[in-house]
């Protein structure tokens, strides 16, 4: 049977001079001259390049549309989006959404009395966007956000409200993003409601899956070939 060997004592010893995996190193390499001017050479390399650096904040960076910043309610025609559903509340993880529903005469029948968002609880992760029906909150550019004490860390409507067209790039994107899946019936047509970006026609079934809705798209369509 063979003996064990010694686990607590290293093989090669480092302190000694005849290790077998000791590297022999001349007098230049002891004095580590040669190392010192490879990073000197490439310092003064890089120093010839052009800047990459962003002179901040008198320089700003212009982030693109699929950028996560701070989330803003959308503002259509005077008014919000938002019909106070309350799912974004649900779908923050942090808790940071909260918004108290009131009832009213216009076609979308609710809308928040009050929306605040604490921004010292956001994390960014753009849930809230991702299950709200009517695409009334959004992730904007805003990146630069400092408070100084915690009562304005928390954004009320009339902070968080931003006109459409100035969010038209993140929209743009949301809806080629939400198209690729989507794309062969959810066309997003805001003509067809004012503040919902998906149809809402008498003919809307909401007990058929979206399998079903592909499928009689599909025969209406042939019916219509056919007819033609």
Known sequence: MAQLENLEKPRNNSIKKDAASERKLNLLQRLFFPE???ALGYTF????????????????????????GRPVLVEDNGQERCV????CARACPPLAISMQASETEDPKERY???????????IY???CEEVCPEEAIVMSKDYDITFNS???AIYDKSRLLKSKEELKERLDYLREYRNRQFGQFWNFPEENNIHAV???DENWETGLSLVDMLEEKKAGEADQASSN
């Open 36 to 38: 010192i001017l490879k």
């Open 45 to 68: 390399k890089q120093m010839f390049k052009p800047r990459v650096t962003m002179e901040y904040p008198e320089v700003t960076w212009d982030p693109p549309a699929i950028f996560r």
């Open 84 to 87: 106070a559903c309350g799912l």
């Open 112 to 122: 928040p009395t009050f929306f605040e968002i604490n921004m010292l609880r956001c």
């Open 125 to 127: 992760c753009g849930l």
């Open 150 to 152: 915690r009562e304005e």
């Open 198 to 200: 998906r149809p809402r």
